[in-house]
């Protein structure tokens, strides 16, 4: 079972995913966070893609904390917390880890958003001339 973080608590994991991508290189701005559904692809992507490991390593923490197992089928009360030995197939915990990407990618969206005037103000800016087209 997947679920959500309160919205605080996703509201900081987004914002903390989003500045240390942008402190590891990511061009995220309003252009990526307002891009909806077609830029929700990418977003994981560039995020998490510039983020050092230790950050990336807290990040993903956050969002395996959402999986629960349950450990009886007969009761669907009875979960309890994913551990190592939950996953045998490879690919599994990265389809289960973006599962709980999904439910969360609105709240990275809104950080990128909340943060693109930082972002601008910190990206370097082209110069007129490599704007202009040739003649």
Not at 63 to 83: G, Q
Request: negative net charge; aromatic residues 6%; glycine residues 8%.
């Amino acid at each position: 079972m997947i679920t959500r973080m309160d919205a605080f608590t996703a509201d900081k994991w987004a914002r903390h995913a989003v500045q240390s991508a942008i402190r590891g290189g990511a061009r995220i701005g309003a252009t990526l966070a307002d891009s909806g559904m077609a830029g929700l692809a990418s977003v994981g992507l560039e995020i998490f893609g510039f983020m050092d490991e230790a950050d990336l390593d807290r990040a993903f923490d956050k969002l395996i904390a959402c999986v629960k197992i349950r450990t009886d089928p007969a009761n669907p009360n009875m979960m309890r917390a994913v551990i190592a030995s939950d996953f045998e197939e490879p690919d599994t915990l990265g389809l289960v880890r973006g599962a709980a990407f999904d439910c969360h990618v609105g709240f990275l969206l809104a950080a990128a958003r909340q943060l693109s005037p930082l972002v601008a103000a910190l990206l370097p800016t082209e110069s007129p001339v490599e704007n202009q087209s040739p003649a």
